[in-house]
């Protein structure tokens, strides 16, 4: 992300990565975070990495490895799967939240299909 907008001290990027609103003053930081280059890979991190350590409790419980290994699975698997799930979904939530247009967090998909119905219809003659 680039610096030509204010960027949110550190304090200010961990409550807003736990949920909490930004200052209006940085709503294009929060479209470039939520819509700009990476922002799937960023939010998959944020949801999934911090869960890790309170899964490895299971390892504490007595028995075998793998008994520890699958309760983490178990939880784990379907977490990785919502989180893909609902990415466009949690997008649009954090732009309605910070004041912004929650059509934006699809804006790029909408410009890349105009561009190749565009391309589509100058190819076979429609356009």
């Not at 209006?24 to 991190?45: C, K």
């Not at 490895?65 to 799967?81: C, H, R, T």
Request: proline letters at 9%; a positive charge; one cysteine or more.
């Amino acid at each position: 992300m680039s610096g030509e907008y204010p960027t949110p001290t550190l304090g200010q990027r961990l409550r807003y990565i736990t949920g909490a609103t930004l200052p209006s003053s940085m709503s294009q930081w929060v479209l470039e975070d939520l819509t700009g280059p990476g922002a799937t890979r960023r939010y998959l991190l944020r949801v999934l990495v911090p869960v890790i350590p309170p899964l490895c409790l299971f390892l504490l419980i007595p028995g075998p490895a793998w008994m520890g290994l699958a309760m983490m699975a178990l939880l784990y698997l379907p977490l990785i799967y919502f989180a893909v799930a609902l990415t466009y979904v949690f997008r649009r939530h954090r732009l309605a939240e910070h004041g912004l247009d929650p059509t934006l967090a699809d804006a790029r998909a909408r410009a890349r299909g105009d561009a190749e119905r565009r391309d589509y219809e100058r190819r076979h003659g429609r356009g």
